[in-house]
């Protein structure tokens, strides 16, 4: 999809709010609905403005690239499923009130998917039929329901939400927990793409089921869950190396996993206490943005997932499964990266890279530096938005600051006499005064 790189403020749909709203109990959900990224609809249901629908394409399309470089092939699901499959699986009536039940006019029981291991463990067994057809990786970008009883914090515990599952066959134990470590490292270099510093940690697997899993962890005082691990894994660098996918991952996969990090379902006091020295040790809250899991064959046993092996036996494949909120990632990079005046965004996933602030909408020499500004963005590929708004330059620097585009370029009069504009770093907060050429320069560089 490809994104309109360049907009001007006063055409663009962008409803700020300067109060907090009063539902909002956390930071992401306060500044989304400030920054008019979203609005609820229902309970747990939310709209996606053209903001929050700009940054929510960007980090889609993160998470495709690099499931992309890992060897995975996207398909596309539907979001209502038949009931059947559930059954043969037996989640049907184990999944429990989380899932939205169905019936259509010809009186056929259906659902809103949840997940999709039994529709893409179908899909497979319908055109799988031998060794050679392993191993295969699909996976999909789709929109799922969980009827939570709660639903809060906005886009981080919803009841629609947007995800990226993934799905995983191959014929031997050996073969699907080398594609376990492959989206296992897959997972490290995505978030790291997006700023973020994650921790992944052995997970209960819950209704996915299955005995090898793990929770992608980002530390924030917001999070849902307390987590306990090595301080070390903070310093920790997916992207230090080039990652050769066909390759043996097991050296990176335990380097991530030989220290101890652990959810509060899986914290053994006595083993944190003896492996990590107490200076190392790290007690904090979490918000999860991924979980990955091997469950063997669960799935493909009762659904019938079998392939002939090379001795001309029958046997069921084996699986695995690998989800990132793609939605939910939003609010949780917000919780990593805001302060007191808004959300300040990594480059990688910021709606636009340079806001213009027009200082005297309809002063001649304004409006031509900014025009010309306008126009020198585009053609240099950077996304650059156009404050050209008739209104008070107090209320434009506030709405920058709470949108959080990583460079601001403020013109006004005073400044323009001297062939200057000012050049402000989100980020940093640093200010300076330079030449349009080199302010130009330095956005487009940066």
């Not at 629908?53 to 889609?60: G, S």
């Not at 057809?133 to 009841?159: A, L, N, S």
């Not at 919780?335 to 309809?362: C, K, M, T």
């Not at 062939?419 to 080199?438: D, F, H, P, Y």
Request: hydrophobic share 35%; net charge negative; aromatic share 10%.
């Amino acid at each position: 999809m490809r994104l309109n790189p360049a907009v001007r403020l006063s055409e663009y749909f962008m409803p700020t709010l300067k109060e907090n709203p009063a539902e909002a109990e956390i930071a992401s959900h306060r500044l989304m609905l400030r920054a008019g990224m979203i609005r609820q609809s229902a309970s747990g249901i939310y709209s996606w403005l053209p903001m929050g629908y700009r940054v929510l394409r960007k980090i889609e399309q993160i998470v495709r690239e690099e499931q992309d470089r890992a060897g995975a092939n996207e398909i596309l699901m539907p979001t209502i499923q038949s009931a059947d499959l559930w059954r043969k699986s037996g989640r049907y009536d184990d999944y429990g009130k989380e899932m939205l039940r169905i019936t259509d006019r010809h009186d056929r029981e259906m659902l809103f998917g949840p997940t999709n291991e039994e529709l893409i463990t179908d899909l497979f067994r319908d055109g799988a039929v031998s060794y050679k057809d392993c191993p295969q990786m699909m996976y999909h970008i789709q929109w799922k329901f969980r009827d939570e009883v709660r639903p809060r914090f906005g886009v981080m515990r919803g009841r629609e939400f947007f995800m990226k599952d993934g799905y995983s066959f191959d014929l031997t134990v050996e073969d699907g927990l080398k594609s376990y470590n492959r989206m296992f490292v897959s997972y490290l270099r995505t978030y790291a793409k997006m700023g973020l510093q994650v921790i992944p940690m052995r997970a209960d697997t819950g209704p996915i089921g299955g005995e090898n899993s793990h929770e992608f962890i980002i530390l924030a005082e917001t999070g849902e869950s307390e987590v306990f691990c090595h301080e070390d894994f903070l310093s920790l660098d997916p992207n230090a190396e080039a990652v050769n996918y066909k390759g043996d991952l097991q050296p990176i996969v335990d380097q991530w996993t030989s220290m101890y990090a652990a959810t509060e379902e899986m914290h053994d006091e006595g083993k944190f206490e003896a492996e990590v020295p107490e200076g190392k040790r790290v007690s904090a809250r979490g918000i999860e943005v991924g979980h990955i899991f091997f469950f063997g064959t669960k799935y493909s046993e009762p659904l019938g997932a079998v392939v002939q092996d090379k001795e001309g036996k029958q046997v069921p494949v084996q699986m695995g499964s690998y989800g990132i909120g793609v939605s939910r990632l939003i609010g949780a990079i917000i919780e990593a990266h805001h302060d007191e005046n808004g959300i300040i965004w990594p480059e990688s996933v910021a709606p636009f890279q340079v806001g213009i602030i027009n200082l005297r909408v309809g002063d001649d020499a304004c409006d031509e530096a900014c025009e010309g500004m306008f126009t020198k963005l585009q053609e240099a590929g950077v996304e650059v938005m156009y404050d050209d708004r008739d209104t008070k330059a107090g209320a434009k620097f506030a709405d920058m600051d709470l949108i959080g585009l990583p460079w601001q370029i403020a013109v006004g009069p005073r400044s323009l006499k001297n062939g200057q504009v000012e050049v402000k770093n989100r980020r940093t907060g640093e200010k300076q005064e330079v030449s349009i050429e080199a302010a130009l320069e330095l956005v487009t560089v940066s």
